[in-house]
Structures are given as C-alpha cells and as structure tokens.
C-alpha cells in the first residue's frame, strides 16, 4: 500500500484556498493500492523539530547556486523558511511515499512531491499576492529562483493544472526543460455523487419549462467580503436593480457576505429590502448549495480571474453562464454558444512582464464601480429574462459542453495516471 500525504489542513495552506474543492475532489474516490493520510499533531509524526531545521538547510544547500542573485542571501532563506510556518512542517509526514500539494510548494522540499496549480502567481506566495503584482519584474524577486529550485529537484515527481494557457505560462517563465517535461494539462470536470447527478438532471429537465427566471451570484467557498467586488458583485446588482421592473418573472440570488465598506449604504438598504433579491449572508451546506446551483438559469460570474468550480458547476447543472474576459474562461465556454463572455476585464487588470512573459494581475480597478459594466450587465440581463430560447440553448450548450470536454472521470483518470507514475519512480536516498 502507497501512502500519499494530504496537507491541506496545515495553517500554511489556510490562506491559500486549504481544502479547496478542486484539488480536493480528485482524492473521494479510491485507488487501488493508494492511502491517503492527512496531517496529524507534530507529537504524532516521526520528523520532530530537529527534523525540520535539517530538512530547512538541506533546502538551504539547494538554493546555494542562486546567493548571487539575490542581495543577503541568508536573510532571504531565512524569511522563505519562515513563510512555510515551522509548525506546518513538524506535521509533514516525511514517511509516506509522495505529497500531494496545491496551489503553492508550501514545505521544505523534504520528501518526494507533486502538485496541482490553476494559474502561476500563487505559486509564489507569500513574495507575491495575487491581484497586487503589477509592475513586478518576476525574474527579480527572490521567490522566483525559491520556487525554480523546488521545481526542478527530483522530488519534484510532476505538476498538473487543469488549463493549457497555465501549462504554457509555466514553460514560458521557468524556461526549464526539466520543469517544462513534468508539468502536464488535465481538464477538469465537477464533481457530484451519483445521487446528487440524478438530482441534477431531473432539475435541468424541469428547466425547460420554467417561467421564473433564477440569477445566481456566489462569492468564493471562503466567503471573504473583498471578493464580491472581485466577482463583480456590484455591477450585477446594480444593473439588476436597473432592469428588473421590466421582467417581473426575475429573481436575484447573492449567496454572499454583504461588504464591510458598503454597510449602512442606500446599495445595501434597496438589496435587504427588494422583494426579489435574496442575500444569503451565511455559509451553506454542500447540499444547499447544489440546490442554488440546480434552481439557477443564469449565473454572473463577471470576475477578476477565473473561477474553475463555480462555473463548471453552473454549467452542468444547465445555467446560462454570464463571464469576463479574464484569462481561462475561454477554455470552458465559448461566448453567443454555451455562455455570455462580457469584455474588458482583461485590458483593465491584466499585464505582461515583458522579460518573462508572465501575466500580471491588478484588482484595484475591481473596487470602482464600472457604469458601463452595469448597462452592459443590464442589456444582458434584459436579453436573457425576455428570450426564453436563447436562455435555455446557451444554458443546454453549456452542459453538453460540460460532460463532452470537462467530464469528472477525464479528471480523475487523469489525476490518477500523473499519481501513480509519481509513485512509481524511485525514491531517493537521503
């Protein structure tokens, strides 16, 4: 039996998505001759903190082709060391045979590893914030050749992302042979229990002749306020508002907490107090959320960056798919034919470093109202509620899309092929 360990509940991964439903829908199903064991208490673990200060300078000795390229090196390494959380990687467990990570290498490259990325910037946190990286040189920060390192070690066993365009940036700004043969594309696909499958058809059946029409908002899984402006909340329930006295059969759904800089606003007063907007404030259960998905016709996700699940979810479960331009979304859907992609996020928040290529990110404008966003997510709106065949076409196109090209078993399987070839390739001495 191989034992492949899941850190996702150590604080290092706390603000970096932890049990995110992406990754983490990849280790529900079994496999044969694989465990999965998740992080316990340091006491538990064989590492020790001694343990942990030898496999830091071990990573140290790695980084030490790179000290003239950063200015104190060793305050530098220390820092990298320190953003890993000592604790998290007392609770590594280094006896299992792999790792599986996400998002971001947050450990000491103390043990054989893979990992799963959705776009570049996270890879280096905490040295960049996704959103606040504009006019950064990548090449120039010291996490740049932290994370090159990690990746081109022979622990380093592959890393997968479920978008071509990251697969690329990955090649592009590395420009390492070695990193560029074990990084590898998998699309991904939604995940739903038989049981909840057989739910979600008979829900898009019925779509086809409901009256009422359902606009759906989520904020992300973690709900923090900040991403309801970063998900174009605000220009959605303004143009709503604009437009719903047109189309009585309209209902609003904003499964969101309400903003901090916007309480006690006339915004906040007109969507408590609107008979056709429903703002739910607290956390729901998978469950609860499914049944948000399956009553939706339209789902706005007009946003700064690309939200995989969210719209993957809405688009099997037969939803209409209202979408920015921002990079990725265009290998989900295709606008006029399984969704809406409303433009001008990309030119607005997204920059090139010409040195790498890297494609840098600025959310700031997402905090202003953008007044020709709300008349553009009003018209569309307007089109959607008053023309009942286009609504359910692009909605049904959106779902054929979905179990054609995004299927959850092409997910799984390959998850499965990148696991075990991972597992099947020796282990170092050290």
Same mark, same amino acid.
């Given at each position: /039996?191989?034992?492949?360990?899941?850190?996702?509940?150590?604080?290092?991964?706390?603000?970096?998505?932890?049990?995110?439903?992406?990754?983490?829908?990849?280790?529900?199903?079994?496999?044969?001759?694989?465990?999965?064991?998740?992080?316990?208490?340091?006491?538990?673990?064989?590492?020790?903190?001694?343990?942990?200060?030898?496999?830091?300078?071990?990573?140290?000795?790695?980084l030490?082709?790179?000290?003239?390229?950063m200015?104190?090196?060793?305050?530098?390494?220390?820092?990298?060391m320190?953003?890993?959380?000592?604790?998290?990687?007392?609770?590594?467990?280094?006896?299992?045979?792999?790792?599986?990570?996400?998002?971001?290498?947050?450990?000491?490259?103390?043990?054989? =590893?893979? /990992?799963?990325?959705e776009?570049?910037?996270?890879?280096?946190?905490? /040295?960049?914030?996704?959103?606040?990286?504009?006019?950064?040189?990548?090449?120039?920060?010291?996490?740049? =050749?932290?994370?090159?390192?990690?990746?081109?070690?022979?622990?380093?066993?592959?890393?997968?992302?479920?978008?071509?365009?990251?697969?690329?940036?990955?090649? &592009?700004?590395?420009?390492?042979?070695?990193?560029?043969?074990?990084?590898?594309?998998?699309?991904?696909?939604?995940?739903?229990t038989?049981?909840?499958?057989?739910?979600?058809?008979?829900?898009?059946?019925?779509?086809?002749?409901?009256?009422?029409?359902?606009?759906?908002?989520?904020n992300?899984?973690?709900?923090? =306020?900040?991403?309801?402006?970063?998900?174009?909340?605000?220009?959605?329930?303004v143009?709503?508002?604009?437009?719903?006295?047109?189309?009585?059969?309209?209902?609003?759904?904003?499964?969101?907490?309400?903003?901090?800089?916007?309480?006690?606003?006339?915004?906040?007063?007109?969507?408590?107090?609107?008979?056709?907007?429903?703002?739910?404030?607290?956390?729901?259960?998978?469950?609860?959320?499914?049944?948000?998905?399956?009553?939706?016709?339209?789902?706005?996700?007009?946003?700064?960056?690309?939200?995989?699940?969210?719209?993957?979810?809405?688009m099997?479960?037969?939803?209409?798919?209202?979408?920015?331009?921002?990079?990725?979304?265009e290998?989900?859907?295709?606008?006029?034919?399984?969704?809406?992609?409303?433009?001008?996020?990309?030119?607005?928040?997204?920059?090139?470093?010409?040195?790498?290529?890297?494609?840098?990110?600025?959310?700031?404008?997402?905090?202003?109202?953008d007044?020709?966003?709300?008349?553009?997510?009003?018209?569309?709106?307007?089109?959607?509620?008053?023309?009942?065949?286009?609504?359910?076409?692009?909605?049904?196109?959106?779902?054929?899309?979905? /179990?054609?090209?995004?299927?959850?078993?092409? =997910?799984?399987?390959?998850?499965?092929?990148?696991?075990?070839?991972?597992?099947?390739?020796? &282990?170092?001495?050290?």
């Amino acid at each position: /039996m191989k034992r492949v360990f899941i850190p996702f509940d150590l604080p290092s991964f706390e603000y970096i998505n932890s049990n995110h439903p992406l990754p983490a829908s990849l280790i529900e199903p079994r496999y044969d001759g694989i465990e999965f064991v998740r992080a316990g208490p340091p006491s538990d673990l064989p590492v020790g903190g001694a343990g942990v200060f030898r496999q830091a300078g071990e990573l140290a000795a790695q980084l030490e082709p790179h000290r003239s390229r950063m200015v104190g090196f060793d305050a530098r390494v220390f820092e990298f060391m320190l953003s890993r959380d000592l604790g998290s990687q007392a609770r590594t467990d280094t006896t299992a045979d792999l790792a599986y990570f996400h998002t971001a290498p947050m450990h000491f490259n103390q043990m054989p =590893w893979f /990992m799963h990325l959705e776009n570049v910037t996270p890879l280096f946190h905490p /040295m960049l914030a996704q959103g606040d990286s504009q006019q950064i040189g990548l090449r120039d920060i010291p996490g740049y =050749w932290f994370v090159r390192t990690m990746l081109e070690s022979p622990r380093c066993r592959g890393l997968f992302t479920n978008l071509a365009l990251t697969k690329a940036q990955v090649e &592009r700004i590395f420009d390492s042979e070695a990193i560029a043969r074990k990084t590898h594309h998998v699309r991904a696909g939604p995940y739903f229990t038989p049981a909840e499958d057989a739910k979600i058809s008979a829900a898009v059946e019925a779509k086809r002749t409901k009256e009422e029409v359902d606009i759906l908002f989520t904020n992300s899984w973690h709900q923090r =306020w900040p991403n309801f402006f970063l998900r174009g909340g605000p220009e959605l329930v303004v143009g709503f508002l604009s437009m719903v006295e047109q189309f009585p059969n309209a209902r609003l759904t904003l499964r969101t907490v309400w903003p901090d800089i916007l309480q006690g606003s006339e915004i906040e007063k007109r969507v408590r107090s609107h008979p056709r907007i429903t703002l739910v404030e607290h956390k729901l259960s998978d469950e609860e959320m499914l049944e948000l998905y399956m009553r939706a016709d339209v789902f706005a996700l007009d946003a700064a960056s690309l939200h995989s699940v969210s719209v993957l979810r809405a688009m099997y479960c037969g939803a209409t798919c209202i979408v920015s331009d921002a990079p990725g979304y265009e290998e989900y859907l295709t606008d006029g034919e399984s969704g809406i992609v409303m433009p001008g996020r990309r030119a607005a928040v997204y920059s090139e470093d010409p040195v790498s290529g890297w494609i840098r990110d600025d959310f700031k404008p997402m905090y202003s109202m953008d007044n020709t966003r709300v008349k553009l997510m009003a018209d569309l709106l307007s089109a959607l509620c008053g023309n009942a065949t286009m609504r359910r076409t692009l909605g049904m196109n959106a779902r054929r899309s979905v /179990m054609e090209r995004n299927s959850f078993a092409g =997910w799984q399987r390959g998850f499965e092929t990148l696991l075990r070839s991972a597992l099947d390739t020796p &282990r170092e001495r050290t």
